[in-house]
């Protein structure tokens, strides 16, 4: 299985997919349809009846062995890759039996190195795929479209292994953040999923964080410097005071677990106008509320100073901890927990300190974890994917298919 997993990522990571956050399109880039209009066609070309829409939604079905009905499961990744670095002519390498020590990566300056990122040591023996250093990988989530691939096919080679009926979803704009956006639940029709996006061995991840973004606007009074005295107001300042006002140590870089955050992630403008983009992060309801009124509160500390009250805050809700759908069906964590014990594998239930499109499908009546796929370092020239861990999801797949299958007295 291992050969047909290489083959296959290497052919989906170099179909460029990157999604762009400054279109109004789904999806955001046209060049996302060449993954999916493959996909389609490998799909139908292993038997399955396929429905994708005008905004890219692939789904389709793998129609149920059994004669009992049983819930349906689906199973989701999404085709789009990061637009934070360069995703373009991807040139992939395998790194046959790692040895744990540091990687050089194609002719690029750049080194994949366990000192930085320790977690390599966890997959010295494994065959890895890693980037020539001047693209990311798309392993995410590339992998994951993968092991659902290799796991249905799994399934069809053989029909010794019982399962119900099985929803498979492709998505775009999983990176921008909108990959449920144009999601039809009523049409993926699937009792709950599980999305293949996650890190490392063992994660099945079922809490997520609260998350709002937040866009900060300035207005200042431009007047010459030698006659500013008591009448200019510049923009820039403003913006350092409000971000001065924040916790200092509820930073992404000073927190873990549980902890939630104030993350500014760009900053413009001149005296006249300046803009600050925050996303806000928390696991508690409570202090996600209670951050985002802290920003209301910083505005009007600052505005009250002045009299063109020059400071704006706009707050947008993007998702929800999707644990608050997710825990009361124990069901939907128990049969994957089934699953990583016949194959050893220790389930991490940490929780997500990221995005995935399960916080807001499972909001939309969808319950949908997130389970490993093996790979690291997303986002990035450093990304990697272990092929030995990618088989075991695969099996994965295919253990939670016949899972439910198995246990199918009552899952509602």
């Keep these: 299985m291992k050969k047909q997993i290489i083959e296959r990522l290497m052919r989906y990571v170099k179909i460029d997919t990157q999604s762009n956050p400054d279109s109004k399109t789904t999806p955001s ?30 789904f389709a079905t793998l129609e149920s062995n059994i004669n009992y009905n049983v819930p349906t499961v689906g199973f989701l990744a999404h085709v789009d890759t990061s637009p934070d670095f360069n995703a373009s002519h991807v040139n992939p390498h395998i790194i046959e039996a790692y040895n744990g020590q540091p990687i050089k990566l194609g002719e690029s300056q750049r080194i994949l190195n366990p000192d930085v990122f320790p977690e390599l040591n966890k997959v010295v023996g494994h065959t890895l795929m890693v980037t020539d250093g001047t693209s990311l990988l798309g392993a995410d989530d590339k992998a994951g479209v993968v092991e659902i691939m290799e796991g249905i096919k799994y399934l069809i080679d053989h029909p010794e292994i019982k399962h119900g009926t099985i929803r498979v979803g492709f998505t775009p704009d999983e990176e921008i953040g909108r990959g449920p956006h144009q999601f039809d639940v009523s049409r993926f029709n699937a009792d709950f999923a599980y999305t293949m996006d996650g890190s490392q061995l063992g994660e099945l991840q079922f809490e997520s964080f609260n998350a709002a973004e937040v866009t900060v606007t300035c207005h200042g009074v431009n007047v010459h410097p030698g006659s500013a005295k008591n009448a200019m107001v510049n923009a820039i300042s403003l913006g350092q005071q409000f971000n001065s006002l924040l916790p200092s140590h509820e930073v992404p870089e000073r927190t873990e677990g ?10 413009t403008g001149n005296v006249e106008k300046a803009t600050l983009q925050y996303i806000i992060r928390d696991h508690d309801k409570e202090q996600f509320e209670l951050r985002k009124k802290r920003m209301m509160e910083i505005r009007d500390d600052i505005n009250v100073h002045y009299n063109h009250f020059p400071i704006k805050v706009d707050v947008h809700d993007q998702y929800f901890n999707m644990a608050e759908k997710i825990k009361p069906l124990k069901h939907i964590i128990d049969i994957p927990k089934r699953v990583f014990d ?34 690291g370092n997303f986002h990035g020239p450093f990304e990697y994917a272990s092929i030995d861990v990618m088989e075991k999801a695969v099996h994965v797949v295919v253990g939670i298919a016949q899972e439910v299958a198995n246990s199918h007295q009552s899952y509602k």
Aim: glycine share 10%; proline share 5%; aromatic share 10%.
């Design 29 to 58: 880039t046209n060049k996302q349809w060449d993954l999916l209009n493959l996909l389609e066609e490998e799909l139908q070309s292993l038997g399955l009846k396929t429905d994708m829409d005008e905004h890219g939604y692939l």
């Design 258 to 267: 549980y902890e939630g955050f104030y993350h500014l992630m760009n900053f």
């Design 342 to 375: 016949a194959l050893d594998i220790v389930p991490n239930t940490e929780p997500i300190r990221g995005g995935t499109d399960g916080s807001q499908l499972s909001f939309m009546g969808l319950p949908t974890p997130n389970i490993f796929t093996g790979c």
